[in-house]
Every structure is written in C-alpha cells, then in structure tokens.
C-alpha cells in the first residue's frame, strides 16, 4: 500500500499488530486496516515533513487527555458536534498544529481539525492520500507528486549552518556539492514560494538528505540542514569539509 513512498532511511522503527489489537480492545472498535498497515510498515517519523502518526501506544496513554481538551473547546470548528468528537481518538497530527482524528461512525473519512482556521477537512481513511484535504468547496490540498517518509531514531543525526556571503548561484553550489561529494541522488525535490527557494536532494548512501534554503529576505545566505544515520558520519565530515570551503558555518 505504501510502496511508493520513497523511505529517506531504511532504518523504520514500526509498531506489532498486538499493539493496535489491544488499542482496539479499549477503543472498543476497530481502526481502519491502513492505519494497521501504515503503522506496521512505516511507524515512528514525519510523511513529507508534515504528518506524524500516532503510535498505538500514545493512543491508549492520550486519547482521554486531548478529548477532555475537546470538550473545553468554547467554539468548534464547522460541521462537527462535541459528541463526535467525544467518540473519536486523534490518530496524527501535522506540524502546524492539525489534529487527524478518527470516528467509528464514519468510518470511510479521517477527518481534520484545523489549528489556524474553524472549517473541518477530511481525508480518505484508505491513507492513500494523507496530503489530499476536502472540504465542502471540495479539494483545497493535493496530494504531492513525491512522497517520502523519514524515520525519527535517536541515531539519526542533524547538522545546521549557514552559508553566509554566497557569492555563487544556489544551483551553481548544489553542482559544486554532487561533483565533489560524488554520492548517488535518488530523488530531487525543488520547492519554490514568494519568499524563498528550496532544494532537498535525498541521498540513499548517507540514509539522509541534504536541505538547502535561499530565503529571499537574506540574499546572501543559504541555510542548510543535513539529516542523516549515524553510521555515515565520515561520509558527512566529507560533505561539511566541502561546504566549509564555500563558508559553512555550523
């Protein structure tokens, strides 16, 4: 089911199905059977840096908690009664804040809670498109083309810097970087909005990918961020030593 999604590690850290089984057993109903496969198969970490799963176990440890935080809402949001929401569980959340939560009673649907706004989205439950948001305008988010997926370990390691005083082109450094550096790329993801200018390269042979952001408003900087398992460490030291020609600072 989730075959597509390129896996920036190989190294996943994914749940059993007992423990959904007994999450079910005090839900007392059962969850989708994506969520059984997603959390089997992907487990712990970020869909396109933007969604993270629940885990079973947080599930059963939490649900009470952010219900009991529902139910203090003085406004909900639009085309949802607090006793929906009193017989869901949150399943995920987004880095902004939006809150996947699930309902028995409509089963086809993972819906959305909004942390900016007071319209519910919804998604389908099959998890095919966790990115593609609806409403009743009809779709307000597409799925992206790429979809990849990085595990959060405590042996994954990141780096942070700068370049400051770029004085050459961003895609002039990224062909600097992969002449240099002589690492295979599985995939290049370039970002583009009105304020700046984003490219990912997804390294296979460092379990990583290397970030690099041209923020309009800093003409002359370039941030970057390398995430990476730990075990590539000299293979990064290589890429820092590069990068530090051109004025990396960490």
């Known amino acids: 089911m989730f075959d597509t999604i390129y896996l920036v590690s190989p190294k996943l850290i994914t749940g059993t199905s007992q423990d959904i089984i007994q999450l079910e057993d005090v839900m ?19 869909l396109c840096d933007t969604i993270w799963m629940f885990e079973p176990a947080f599930i059963q440890s939490e649900y009470q908690t952010i219900r009991n935080r529902w139910a203090a809402l003085t406004q909900l949001p639009t ?17 902004e804040g939006d809150q996947f939560i699930y309902n028995p009673l409509s089963p086809e649907r993972i819906f959305i809670l909004p942390g900016h706004n007071n319209i519910v989205y919804w998604t389908s439950s099959t998890f095919q498109s ?14 992206p083309t790429f979809l990849y997926f990085e595990p959060d370990r405590e ?25 240099r550096l002589a690492l295979p790329i599985a995939h290049r993801l370039d970002e583009q909005t009105d304020v700046s200018q984003t490219t990912i ?14 923020d309009y408003s800093d003409e002359d900087t370039v941030y970057i961020m390398i995430n990476y398992d730990s075990e590539y460490e000299k293979i990064i030291q290589s890429l820092v030593a590069i990068l530090q020609e051109y004025g990396f600072d960490e």
């Open 130 to 143: 966790l990115l593609q948001w609806e409403s009743a305008q009809g779709v307000v988010q597409k799925t």
């Open 201 to 214: 390269l997804f390294y296979p042979s460092i379990g990583g990918r290397l970030e690099l952001t041209h």
């Open 155 to 179: 042996d994954r390691w990141q780096k942070l810097g700068t370049l400051e005083s770029m004085h050459i082109f961003m895609e002039e450094l990224i062909h600097l970087i992969q002449k």
């Open 79 to 95: 085309n949802i009664t607090q006793e929906q929401l009193q017989m869901s569980i949150p399943i995920a959340k987004t880095d």
């Open 28 to 46: 007392g109903f059962e969850l989708p059977d994506s969520y059984h496969i997603y959390s089997t198969t992907l487990g712990r970490g970020w």
